[in-house]
């Protein structure tokens, strides 16, 4: 089993920042992939960023060139760096890991833009 514990939402005024963590326990396996989905109300989840174990990253198309998803493997932890947040931002933030023969959420965090 692999446990993931989020950090770092809450409500931001649009054009604002926040950083989201992610840290991993358990069953860690050295080749993995981390990542972020998010889920606003009424919508599928879809696909933020995710980075590899060896940095190779990729992005939803609606928030490339605003976030940026980086990762401390020594912490098996992942961050993800949202600036320039818009309304329709708003979700709730899961953390995903994926191995070869796992696949893990955390359970959420909620990310708000409003003024």
């Known amino acids: 089993q692999v446990r993931l514990v989020e950090s770092g939402g809450g409500l931001v005024q649009p054009g604002g920042s926040l950083r989201l963590s992610c840290a991993a326990s358990?069953?860690?396996?050295?080749?993995?992939?981390m990542g972020w989905y998010r889920q606003a109300p009424g919508k599928a989840r879809e696909l933020v960023a995710s980075i590899n174990s060896g940095g190779s990253t990729n992005y939803g198309d609606s928030v490339k060139g605003r976030f940026t998803i980086s990762r401390d493997n020594g912490k098996n932890a992942a961050y993800l760096q949202m600036n320039s947040l818009k309304p329709e931002d708003t979700a709730v933030y899961y953390c995903?890991?994926?191995?070869?023969?796992?696949?893990?959420w955390g359970q959420g965090t909620q990310v708000t833009v409003s003024s």
């Open positions: 995903n890991y994926k191995f070869t023969g796992g696949n893990y």
């Open positions: 358990g069953r860690i396996f050295s080749i993995n992939v």
